[in-house]
């Protein structure tokens, strides 16, 4: 017969005593168990103890998570939480470095548990911790020369237990003080300083950033992206990791007359190569976190086109519509510009009708029209010309090609460039967050400045060669942009 679903049995160990094997009713509160554990032992005052498992998580039982316990499970007897947590603001602000070092040894770990964390940050020890970053590392300033690995692992588990205490979300960001967020971020600014204090502070200025608007100021002002660059030269992947992860958190909580000005930066050819070179290119394989920061980074570069994708065109607009009219004379090399006053009003406007429709427009009067549907809006105009400018042989030829076929087989460029600006909004989710969750990053948007345009530049070309394949009438126009862009299978 099968024990009630309510009792399992456990292993319990207590240091230097056999360990016990027990069966467990999670029906009776968690402090009479405790106490039947303490009895068996003949310990006295089981309000002292409690229970965690013995794996490497250590955390202790709660009646919150004790359903979580299995058949099998070994658990161990320990202090309490509260117990343990005085215990170690006790210890950690021994005047024995060797003490205060285990101390802070013991509570980095300790601080990984909820149950834990919340006594120790109840006896203020967040504040405890700050302090001695802000004020111990000048105590012992005078020690490090000679103390160097002591006082290295001090400050590692220091800001460990720091980070562990916070990713709890108990406590706000908003309460650290100028001189904390100064110390974290010399840390990272300095040329040589201990890889796990390094990894932990920039962890430290990303949740600070991606936490409270105020630390984003305070932050941007301690950090550039030239500091951080060293970091994505070395061969730490992870260091490499978290770099960009705080690159990518300035990014996101800049305002908007920053963005653009991060934005020039993060396009520098410096950063991308270096990025190709020390991170996308090196050799090994780059992990999931790594992937995802990437992938953030990709999303946040390419977000700043949203602006010009919702912008409509102003068919009243003149600089807006000088920008057809230069697409008109790089494809026709017209020798009379827009403004010269040659020729009847009318002979001109047919020439132009004329040349709109073999452009591929779908108002061949007024093809500013085509540019008020958003998406994709202007950014579709930009694409446009940015490919009649950078790559102005395969754009006369695609224009030209197309003008000389008949009307049915004409692959209207004008038409497909604005379908096509709009599918690769899509694909690449411009405008929208980045997922938490995804790694899908693609090596070739790091290696250009003008990423975004080349792979417009790239499609269009493809597309025109598969609507020359097919053989294609306009009634396969959105065949062809299926085949050309999901069905070839783009990002």
């Given at each position: 017969m099968p024990p009630p679903a309510d009792i399992v049995k456990v292993a319990i160990e207590w240091p230097g005593?056999?360990?016990?094997?027990m069966e467990i009713d999670q029906k009776k509160p968690l402090s009479a168990i405790i106490k039947e554990v303490c009895d068996g032992w003949s310990l006295p005052n089981h309000e002292y103890f409690a229970?965690?498992?013995?794996?490497?998580?250590?955390?202790?039982?709660?009646?919150?998570n004790r359903n979580e316990i299995k058949n099998g499970t070994i658990l161990r007897l320990t202090k309490s939480p509260a117990q343990n947590a005085q215990q170690l603001h006790e210890r950690i602000q021994s005047s024995s470095m060797d003490a205060k070092l285990e101390a802070l040894k013991d509570l980095a770990s300790l601080s990984r548990d909820v149950t834990f964390a919340q006594e120790f940050i109840n006896l203020d020890g967040i504040s405890l911790l700050t302090q001695m970053v802000e004020s111990g590392t000048e105590r012992y300033q005078k020690l490090q020369k000679i103390m160097k690995p002591c006082f290295g692992d001090m400050l590692s588990f220091t800001l460990t237990a720091f980070v562990e205490l916070m990713d709890h979300g108990i406590v706000s960001w908003d309460t650290f003080s100028v001189a904390f967020i100064k110390k974290i971020a010399s840390f990272v600014n300095k040329s040589a300083i201990d890889i796990s204090i390094l990894q932990r502070s920039l962890a430290i200025l990303e949740s600070m950033v991606l936490n409270s608007h105020d630390?984003?100021?305070?932050?941007?002002q301690e950090i550039t992206i030239g500091q951080l660059i060293p970091h994505l030269q070395g061969s730490d992947q992870e260091i490499q990791t978290y770099t960009i992860a705080v690159i990518n958190a300035l990014f996101l909580k800049a305002p908007d007359d920053r963005r653009q000005e991060m934005a020039n930066i993060l396009a520098q050819k410096q950063l991308r190569s270096i990025i190709l070179t020390h991170v996308i290119r090196?050799?090994?394989?780059?992990?999931?976190e790594m992937a995802h920061q990437l992938y953030v980074l990709q999303v946040l570069t390419f977000n700043l086109l949203e602006d010009r994708m919702m912008t409509k065109m102003d068919p009243q607009d003149q600089a807006q519509r000088d920008i057809i009219f230069e697409l008109r004379r790089i494809a026709f090399d017209a020798e009379s510009e827009p403004n010269n006053s040659s020729g009847s009003m009318e002979k001109r406007k047919s020439m132009y009708t004329r040349d709109y429709k073999k452009l591929g427009f779908?108002?061949?009067v007024n093809p500013a029209m085509d540019f008020t549907q958003t998406p994709p809006g202007m950014l579709a105009l930009d694409n446009m010309l940015y490919f009649a400018k950078h790559h102005q042989d395969a754009y006369i030829r695609i224009v030209l090609e197309n003008s000389s076929r008949e009307d049915k087989h004409e692959c209207p460029f004008g038409r497909s460039s604005i379908e096509?600006?709009?599918?690769?909004?899509?694909?690449?989710?411009?405008?929208?967050l980045p997922s938490e969750t995804c790694n899908d990053f693609h090596p070739m948007f790091f290696t250009h400045d003008?990423?975004?345009?080349?792979?417009f530049c790239i499609c269009i070309q493809l597309l025109n060669k598969t609507w020359k394949e097919m053989r294609a009438t306009s009634e396969d126009f959105n065949k062809v942009m299926w085949i050309s862009g999901r069905g070839r299978g783009f990002p």
């Open positions: 005593a056999y360990p016990k094997l229970l965690q498992h013995a794996d490497s998580s250590n955390f202790y039982i709660t009646e919150k630390l984003y100021q305070k932050v941007a090196a050799q090994r394989a780059i992990n999931n779908i108002n061949h096509l600006t709009k599918m690769l909004c899509e694909i690449l989710k411009v405008g929208e003008r990423s975004f345009e080349e792979f």
